[in-house]
């Protein structure tokens, strides 16, 4: 379980890679750029996660009177797995459409569970033997959720989000290394133009576009916690040389963006504002140009 607290709205993109999970807001809102989709959530939905992606996300609603709160539990497809067995005895509904995230109305119910969560962790004595059953009741609250099948994909060795799930794996643990598509279509053992389609409906982004913002954001890692010149974090993350990741990269690697507004996120994401699409928010609605001060 994680615990968020922010006093005040963030106007810089901050970039991370989001690892399966279930996150709720309780108190203010936030904003998640995945790929070229933008998701919005915040007291009334919860947003999941069911595999690791890179996000660019803002917090859109704080204060010091009331600051962004917020709680992440991470979720393990093995675990998940095993719930949908007992959540979907007679076996799963057919799910036609497969993301990586999803929104849904945040119930009551998940909200009671991780707050007993919360106070479990609060006592020593509890956290053993309590903790677990308060994990496994909002592992399963999203499973019994208008989402619940779409999120059970994650969990089931042979879905195409589960497949998706174990190339992202590799591409994690090598994002430096060069990669060759069909060899990821092999490993997850499907055609490569079947794993194309499958990756790029999970996760909004191709293979190479996944492996781009995967180095990117290891780049800018680099580069803001230990000083790393732009051409030294390029090579370092597997570009042969400077001016190719340059020219992949130019407005991520032309300066530490100490304060970069959202059409800069986008552009350094090489996002562009798409057209609205599944009911999820226009990005060109986010990409207002902003003035900076002087």
Excluded at 90 to 103: D, I, S, T
Excluded at 119 to 140: F, K, M, N, W, Y
């Amino acid at each position: 379980m994680h615990a968020s607290r922010f006093s005040r709205i963030n106007t810089d993109c901050v970039r991370a890679l989001h690892l399966p999970a279930l996150c709720i807001i309780v108190q203010g809102a936030k904003t998640v750029i995945v790929g070229k989709e933008v998701y919005e959530y915040d007291v009334s939905r919860m947003l999941v996660f069911s595999v690791a992606l890179p996000v660019a996300a803002q917090i859109t609603q704080a204060s010091y009177s009331e600051p962004y709160l917020a709680l992440r539990m991470d979720l393990d497809p093995l675990k998940v797995g095993e719930l949908v067995v007992k959540v979907f005895p007679q076996g799963l509904p057919p799910v036609q459409e497969r993301r990586a995230v999803y929104v849904a109305p945040l119930d009551a119910s998940v909200v009671n569970a991780a707050t007993r969560l919360v106070e479990c962790l609060a006592q020593p004595g509890d956290t053993e033997l309590l903790a677990p059953l308060a994990v496994e009741e909002i592992s399963i609250r999203p499973l019994r959720s208008r989402i619940g099948a779409r999120v059970a994909q994650m969990g089931l060795a042979e879905s195409s989000v589960h497949r998706v799930a174990k190339a992202i794996s590799w591409m994690r643990a090598n994002f430096s290394q060069p990669m060759k598509v069909e060899e990821l279509a092999e490993l997850v053992h499907m055609s490569v133009s079947s794993f194309h389609e499958h990756f790029k409906s999970v996760t909004s982004m191709s293979p190479l576009q996944y492996q781009k913002v995967l180095r990117l954001q290891e780049a800018m890692r680099l580069m803001l916690s230990t000083m790393m010149d732009a051409g030294t974090a390029s090579q370092r993350v597997g570009y042969l040389s400077a001016l190719r990741s340059s020219a992949e990269n130019t407005a991520a690697f032309s300066e530490v963006p100490q304060q970069e507004t959202w059409p800069d996120c986008a552009k350094t994401l090489d996002l562009g504002c798409p057209p609205a699409r599944g009911g999820v928010r226009h990005l060109s609605r986010v990409c207002q140009p902003r003035r900076k001060s002087a």
